[in-house]
């Protein structure tokens, strides 16, 4: 279905640049998606923070090569 509607450029930019889309078209479809999957997501978080253990400095870690983990 086509729907013509007036787009705020500055952040259909922003966000193709965060999303990784190349035109418009993906950029919404990708944007939406996100929007949609959204409680999936947090329900899926839920469900980590309900496991007993101690989560702190678990995502940070995640994002340190393994080449400078005990480096510091």
Request: aromatic share 2%.
């Amino acid at each position: 279905m086509k729907t013509v509607i007036d787009l705020d450029d500055e952040l259909l930019e922003r966000a193709r640049q965060e999303l990784g889309t190349k035109g418009k078209k993906d950029t919404i479809h990708a944007a939406l998606r996100l929007v949609a999957e959204r409680s999936e997501r947090m329900e899926a978080i839920r469900e980590l923070l309900s496991v007993d253990r101690d989560w702190t400095g678990i995502v940070d870690d995640d994002k340190t090569p393994d080449s400078e983990q005990g480096a510091a």
